[in-house]
């Protein structure tokens, strides 16, 4: 591109120049190729808007003939509005749900079960506190996690954590480069499925 951008330009401007030199082109002629040299030279710098990488998803696997009774906390996160961060939870909750591998319990249930035993979910990161959530609400398992954002890159650690033993049954880490609505879309999917495989 840059070399047909230099072609181009060489020959306006040599033409330019020759017709000024024999003395054909007139001051208004010479102004005319000077700001056709000008907007070609324009069109050919002009940067195009950067392409959006999609994030792969991998194909979903079989579900199994017993599925697990789950809730999901909030992500925590940091440099990510906390509307954000309410969304991709929402988001992580439904793609969790439509891979047929758990049941789902519903966010406000929960949320009223947690009010009336007083319990905080805001800053519940460790495992002993996601594990003593998940006994309250009586699951099998809880899903938690972080959304971290520094510079452009958005860094997601989201665990299934088995509320009997208070071990980490399986973790997804993912880190993507790009605007937040493709992490929205096509990124909560992939940590969803993830977490099945």
């Known amino acids: 591109m840059t070399l047909i951008r230099n072609k181009a330009l ?3 401007f040599s033409l330019c120049l020759f017709s000024c030199s024999s003395g054909n082109v007139g001051y ?6 000077e700001k056709s040299i000008d907007t070609l030279g324009n069109i050919f710098k002009s940067e195009k808007p950067p392409v959006v990488k999609k994030i792969e998803v991998p194909k979903a696997a079989n579900p199994p003939s017993i599925v697990s009774y789950i809730a999901v ?3 925590d996160g940091s440099e990510v509005s906390s509307s954000e961060i309410k969304a991709l939870t929402e988001r992580l909750r439904s793609e969790l749900l439509l891979t047929n591998h758990f049941k789902l319990l519903e966010r406000g249930i929960m949320e009223e079960i947690l009010k009336e035993q007083g319990f905080q979910q805001s800053g519940c990161t460790t495992s002993e506190c996601v594990v003593q959530m998940g006994q309250l609400v009586n699951v099998e398992k809880m899903v938690a996690g972080t959304i971290n954002k520094i510079g452009n890159t958005y860094s997601s650690s ?3 954590i088995d509320i009997t033993t208070g071990s980490i049954d399986k973790i997804v880490t993912f880190d993507y480069t790009g605007p937040i609505d493709e992490l929205l879309k096509r990124g909560m999917k992939k940590i969803a499925i993830e977490l099945t495989l």
């Open 158 to 160: 989201v665990r299934i």
């Open 10 to 12: 060489l020959f306006l």
């Open 28 to 33: 208004w002629e010479f102004k005319l190729l």
């Open 73 to 75: 906390s909030d992500l």
